[in-house]
């Protein structure tokens, strides 16, 4: 530890965040345990432990024209422009068959659609579409003595709110309203102050404790990293760059109609952004297209969106900005374009981010914040090589809207893509109108891509992935035994329509040992 | 998987313990080339074993078969290999 100490009770400090109290949850029950900031900045999980083959580089690996690349708008993307593509009658008829199949398939007790497997995603939506704050400046409830004092506490509330004349400050609706003397719960001290490379080893440990499986760091100067931040936000609000000391937002926080002046305001102050990355199950997205590839999606961003929304109070009560992709977490800022030059992974073929540890099994978040951190860079382990030989999201999308013949190029597919790099592109109407006639967002790319797995096999660690990093010569080979080996076995028969997996979708059920969210099989 | 490693180590140990104090109470000639062959092949089955179980432990059946067939079947085989190779050389000494 530096010289750089908070002159705050740091004991104090964390039972404010409510990180000493217990039950909440599994996944704090297998966490470490700190004690104030300090052990959390010095443990072990504070460093980045990654394999010795994947090498520190300069620019990530996928060639890119800086210069053309702009800010994009998330408008254009086609979770938000479909219609436009399509025309709106199209999406329309999209949508009921949508309804039709899943009631269909219900009815008809369709394996990987039944109304059981329907009602696991309910549930595990839960945080994702439903719940949790929304909004991009975070979760303001905070107090000095966690649930025991403050006008927004529990405690007060008991007291003094029920008799139903008193708006209780720390409701839903009040998520995102600020309260006297934010951050740090109106206690009036000084912000916590440490070095960058020490605040990153803090923020990291503190993303390790809320679930997190590894964080990037990038300065979000104007060639590159701004270039991440949409220009207006999915639900039409602009994003900006002004200024000012707090980052803040005009108009509705989410849901409501919003006017084409309203707007998201980052301070410029605010530089660096955490790239937070989550794994998600591969017991379950290797079951896609089925209704258990979008549990195991719509499950993975409910616990990252509360990873996030975490991290997010954890800064703030640090003293410094934390702003935030407030809706599916994916909302203010291209995440994975964000996590390739913070160096989680590298950009694959997929169009999506792929990492050494879990490939594209994994959901990814983030948080621009003024917290100075010491980037991280993007890294070289041979993925985007390796891409070049395999093709198998290409080859197993069932809409081919990633197709295998699609060239590397500059050019894209369409207005829903971001020019700028020399890939293959996503035909986003494809991909996008399969969605509604799966009544699933698919995630076939992901559960066929060879690099999404645990990897516990000492041969991938061992051989395979330092061979990859090291030459491309055995990429062809290496492919070819992944099918051999019968991995990444989610294919799309495009004779009968549906996906053949390894596994029965509807075994899951009966599965003797199943691991905590489909991923920690620890008892 | 911490049992595991644990029963691997202590069959790889007892085994090369069993090997010495049995070469040397019977008197049997084991050649470099027999260690060598020895050790390869016990190195491949730990390998086979603990690829194979953590294939199992990710749900990846056929890997987990195919990992017994192949590196599997080849460290069998030189144990066979090395076992007979031993054998042999005690005949022609006998003789």
Redesign the interface.
Known sequence: MGKHHSTMSRRDFMKGLGLVSAGIGAATATSPLFHDVDEITSSASAERKRPWWIKDVDEITVETDWKAMKRFNSREIMQCSLADHIGRTKLDDLIKLSMNNRKQWILENKPGYTLRDFALYAGANFGWFDGFSKCFTGDKRTSPMSGLGGSDSDMYYLNFGIDGTEARPGSPDALCVPLPGFPIGGLAVPRWEGTPEENLRTVRAASRFYGCNEIGVGELDSLKGQKMIWTQDWDGKHIVFEDVDHGYETGPFWGGVVQDKEKRVIPTKARWYISLSQLMS??NI?RAPTLFGDFTTAENYARLHYAQIRVQRFIKALGYEALAGFMFINTTANNPGMATLNGLGEHGRIGQLVSPEFGSLQRLAGIITDLPLTPTKPIDAGIWRFCSSCSKCQENCPPQALAASDPVTYDVKGAWNNPGKKSTWLDGVKCASFWYEATTLCGVCIASCPWS??D????HDLIVKPSIASTSMFNSFFRKMDD????A?AKYDYKTQVCVT??DPEEWWNLQDLPIYGIY?TN | ?TLLYMFLGLAVGASVVGLVFFSSTKHLSVKWYDWLMGIIAVLLLV?TI??AV??L???????AG??LVFPGIISLILLVVAALSIVRHRKSTIS
Do not use: H, I, L, P
């Open positions: 591969d017991w290797k797995r645990q516990k096999s000492w041969v051999v080996y019968g991995y076995r390894e596994r099989k | 998987m390998f603990q690829n953590t294939a432990e990710e749900e990846q059946r056929t890997a195919m990992y």
